[in-house]
């Protein structure tokens, strides 16, 4: 008889080729374990590292989604817990419908265990980020990558130790914060940050862009008026885009 898990597994398989996803190579592994329809085609996963650690994830598609196509790739961090909840918001309200329009694949983590992406969960994204080049064949080699609050702290956080992998960085808001000396790693690669006018991590924002432009960077910080730290006039995602498509 054949058991039950293996039967699982090759429906899945059957069912990822259906939606043009594509199956996973043995070095990207994962598994899906919900669909839901966000706007376009989005559906959640999780991968399974080689440390034992599992990471779960979104995956959204443009429309008519080609897998033999080579597409712009975002890695998104969410904000606040980096709970696979928050992945669904973050996705939601910033990146769903930019990459509908743009025509961009968009790919975001929860944190691993409740390790935040800027302390320990860090030293497991690297595998993820490979496996997710494997899988997607980003354009120009590279992905882009993003943060929303908790997940701009981790943007910054990844990059400076993983530049290799990464075209752009964009955070709404985020900051170098303690890895303010290794920004020279990045300064080849296209910085946006967004920040609210009202937010108390305004100065952080502001000395990460000081300390950029002073090593030549390519930065740019983007002030919003009459906003906190929840900054709902980038909802739709119109004003990242536009950074994001100058960056490919």
Do not use: C
């Not at 309200?93 to 992406?117: D, K, L, T």
């Not at 960085?169 to 020279?184: E, F, I, M, R, Y």
């Amino acid at each position: 008889m054949v058991p039950f898990a293996l039967i699982l597994v090759v429906w899945l398989s059957t069912e990822l080729h259906a939606q043009g996803v594509g199956v996973p190579t043995e070095e990207s592994f994962s598994t899906v374990i919900s669909t839901k329809k966000v706007t376009g085609s989005t559906t959640y996963h999780v991968m399974q590292l080689t440390a034992g650690i599992a990471i779960e994830y979104a995956i959204v598609l443009p429309p008519a989604f080609d897998p033999q196509r080579i597409y712009p790739v975002l890695v998104a961090l969410p904000p606040g817990q980096q709970t696979i909840d928050l992945v669904t918001d973050s996705l939601n309200e910033y990146w769903v419908e930019g990459a509908m329009q743009h025509g961009w694949v968009v790919i975001s983590p929860a944190a691993p265990g409740n390790r935040f992406y800027f302390k320990e969960g860090e030293k497991f994204i690297s595998e993820f980020l490979d496996s997710v080049a494997v899988r997607f064949h980003p354009e120009g080699g590279k992905l882009h990558l993003a943060g929303v609050s908790n997940g701009g702290l981790s943007a910054f956080h990844i990059a400076v130790r993983h530049p290799d992998k990464f075209r752009s960085v964009l955070t709404a808001p985020g900051s170098a914060g303690d890895d303010l000396k290794k920004l020279k790693r990045l300064k080849s690669i296209p910085v946006a940050m967004f920040v609210g006018e009202k937010d108390g991590w305004r100065p952080e924002v502001e000395l990460t862009q000081v300390e950029l432009s002073r090593l030549g960077g390519q930065v740019q910080v983007t002030i919003l008026p009459n906003e906190g730290h929840i900054l709902s006039s980038l909802y739709g995602g119109k004003r990242m885009f536009e950074f994001l498509e100058l960056a490919r």
